[in-house]
């Protein structure tokens, strides 16, 4: 996926309807994989921070998809189907994957 798939996180994502106001993630470079990630399984050209999953035409099909490529990509075993219904944004995904991270580590 290109670079220009990923919204910068200071700019409203209009689409989904939040802004993207709050504390920054912890690691930037985990919400761009999931977005990248986002991009491809949806076929959109971009999704920011406050984007939702299902708000971009997202579907349990398609999120079962997501969940694979992020296990894959940020080997993450541990990231569930249900995740992504718990924490449908972007930012609370990537949260969420970092969590789940750093758990396994300890």
């Known amino acids: 996926m290109s670079a220009s798939s990923y919204i910068r996180p200071d700019v409203p994502d209009r689409r989904a309807g939040t802004d993207n106001a709050g ?3 912890l690691g930037p470079e985990t919400e761009k994989a999931i977005g ?3 991009c491809e399984v949806l076929g959109i050209p971009e999704a920011g921070p ?3 999953f299902f708000g ?3 579907n349990s ?3 079962m998809q997501a969940v694979a490529r992020v296990r ?3 080997a993450c075993p541990q990231l569930k ?3 992504v219904f718990r924490a449908a944004t972007l930012r609370e995904l990537a949260q969420r994957v970092q969590a ?3 758990s396994a580590r300890s």
Do not use: E
């Open 23 to 25: 504390p920054r993630p």
């Open 36 to 38: 990248d990630i986002w």
């Open 50 to 52: 406050g984007s939702n």
């Open 56 to 58: 971009l035409g997202g």
């Open 61 to 63: 099909l398609n999120a």
């Open 72 to 74: 894959r990509t940020l």
């Open 81 to 83: 189907l249900a995740d």
């Open 100 to 102: 789940l991270s750093s």
